[in-house]
């Protein structure tokens, strides 16, 4: 195939790749939509119903209203009669009201007997109202918990209106940024006299809510339609390219895309901040112990003298720091690298992954064999030769498993030898697990098929115990392409299918001679001969390594 053919199939493939993105999007709107339609019908019976039962609580309510209506009246009449304001004989008939009226100061009672009774209502109302508040309500199961169906219209609609919103916050940080940069050098001098005179007069914080009062005043002023362009901190204008108004399938498959990797590089660059400043508190970095000292002294100092004088100290250092010393760090990042303590600081902060990886490393380092004779005169011979091959070939080897580069495969086993780790109870074909077999100075390691996985086992060549040619299942042809090793604790691991089985053991019992471990050599074991480290349970951590030690190693990974 030709260069300028193999390129026309790329592109058409990178085609097809969009249009199956888009078509992806447009299916779920399409199925959210005729799920739609399929509940219309029990929409409208739902509509039927609930017009049904909002003329019953009209009803109800009118028929609630006249009884209030009735109760009020017998209420007031009941209340007249006890207090003797009122004649027995207007309750016996309609026509000795008629021709007897009441007088003037009965009407005023009866007026302030309900004014009473109302207050006292909404008095009792308002109580009960405040305890309802303190009862629990019952969790309300949305249906749509996951929100709208994706649509490539709304999400870009979305992105449109998020970057027009935060585009007055990003313009306040550039512009900060250009302050502190010396931009406009007139006026950063003129905000950093400003800055000294109000931390040597003690009144900085009178100068920042008078620059807020200031800003809500333009604001309010915009807000009646005066056209007020003002801002303390406006970035100067950029050129911006000119934006290409051709829209088609590559802008949403790109769009999909360019949100993905925003999300992902954000997200971790933040995770990776809030694990240093974990590891800062969590006393799991040396530079802990000088921020302790350093808070401790300040306590100190903080009763022997009075705090306006330390107020005065560090918003003075403050200022120099961030109008001069910072300006001459960034624009000389060699100067930075050396003598700016707090940038070094905060490189050197591990994250969890790097800590992690710090202790699966000092723990792998308890593993490793010293150099024997032969050893050492054959790497000293091969060092020409075989240096580039293992930076090039075997540093991805070393990564999957977290091993040194010492620890890269010996001859023979840089590709790995096929094979499967065999599990004797369950059957033939469910207890197969393909992967590749590895052996280097220190580890036998086993990679599965599917990389990365936690499922890769690697197993030190301190912890075997013995090693033998096996046959786990009968009806094999030959002598079974296996082999068996024992570990310390009894663990048995059998490793299957090996096509040049007779080698790969002649060759392990050759590394295990050449370190003198008595699995090989024949000497009988002694469990004091073993690595104290051999004997525990490894406590590595498992949630970064892309391995587990054989010693931790279950059937259930």
């Not at 250009?178 to 001098?189: E, G, I, N, V």
């Not at 800055?195 to 009144?203: E, S, T, V």
Request: a positive charge; charged letters at 25%.
């Amino acid at each position: 195939m030709d260069a300028s053919s193999y390129e026309v199939y790329e592109e058409h493939l990178k085609h097809l790749e969009e249009q199956l993105v888009t078509v992806t999007i447009e299916n779920q709107s399409l199925v959210s939509e005729l799920n739609g339609y399929k509940d219309k019908e029990s929409l409208d019976r739902l509509r039927a119903e609930i017009e049904i039962e909002r003329n019953r609580y009209r009803k109800l309510e009118e028929k609630f209203k006249k009884h209030e209506k009735d109760c009020d009246i017998k209420h007031i009449q009941s209340f007249d009669s006890a207090q003797g304001w009122v004649d027995v004989s207007i309750k016996s008939s309609n026509s000795a009201e008629k021709s007897s009226p009441t007088p003037k100061s009965t009407k005023k009672r009866v007026g302030r007997i309900k004014k009473f009774d109302l207050m006292w209502r909404r008095i009792v109302n308002s109580v009960y109202n405040f305890m309802d508040d303190f009862t629990e309500e019952p969790e309300e199961q949305n249906e749509n918990d996951d929100g709208e169906p994706l649509t490539v219209k709304q999400l870009k609609a979305n992105i449109n209106r998020f970057k027009s919103d935060l585009t007055p916050y990003i313009d306040t940080i550039k512009g900060i940024q250009q302050l502190l940069a010396w931009k406009t050098p007139s006026y950063t001098l003129l905000m950093f006299m400003i800055y000294l005179i109000a931390i040597w007069h003690g009144c900085f914080v009178s100068v920042i809510l008078f620059c807020l009062v200031v800003r809500m005043m333009v604001s309010y002023l915009n807000h009646l339609g005066f056209q007020i362009k003002f801002n303390f901190f406006q970035p100067l204008e950029e050129k911006k390219p000119k934006e290409d108004s051709s829209s088609g399938l590559t802008d949403k498959f790109s769009l999909v895309i360019q949100v993905a990797r925003k999300v992902q590089n954000g997200l971790g660059a933040a995770a990776d901040g809030l694990e240093k400043i974990q590891s800062l508190l969590t006393w799991k970095t040396p530079v802990t112990r000088k921020l302790f000292i350093m808070l401790f002294i300040c306590f100190v100092m903080s009763f022997t003298a009075s705090m306006e004088n330390y107020s005065y100290i560090m918003g003075i250092f403050l200022g120099i720091k961030m109008f001069i010393i910072n300006y001459f760090y960034n624009r000389y990042p060699r100067l930075k690298r050396r003598y700016d303590s707090t940038y070094k600081t905060w490189q050197q902060l591990p994250t969890t992954v790097e800590c992690e990886q710090k202790m699966v490393k000092s723990e792998i380092n308890k593993f490793i064999l010293s150099e024997t004779e032969s050893t050492s005169e054959e790497s000293a011979s091969d060092t020409s030769t075989k240096t580039k091959k293992i930076k090039d070939t075997d540093a991805e080897f070393c990564q999957l498993f977290s091993l040194p580069n010492s620890e890269s495969p010996v001859s023979g086993w840089q590709g790995g030898k096929r094979c499967s780790l065999v599990n004797k109870e369950k059957s033939v074909l469910s207890g197969l697990k393909n992967g590749k077999l590895y052996l280097t100075r220190s580890f036998l390691c086993f990679e599965r098929t599917k990389t990365p996985s936690k499922k890769n086992i690697v197993i030190p060549l301190a912890d075997i115990t013995e090693m033998s040619k096996a046959k786990p299942y009968a009806i094999l042809p030959g002598s079974g392409m296996s082999i068996e090793i024992k570990l310390v604790g009894g663990k048995v691991f059998t490793f299957g299918a090996i096509v040049y089985r007779d080698e790969a053991y002649d060759s392990l019992i050759q590394a295990g001679i050449d370190q003198a471990l008595p699995w090989a050599t024949g000497v009988p074991l002694n469990q004091d001969t073993l690595p104290t480290s051999s004997l525990r349970r490894r406590s590595s951590a498992k949630s970064i390594s892309n391995f587990t030690w054989a010693s931790d190693y279950t059937d259930a990974d």
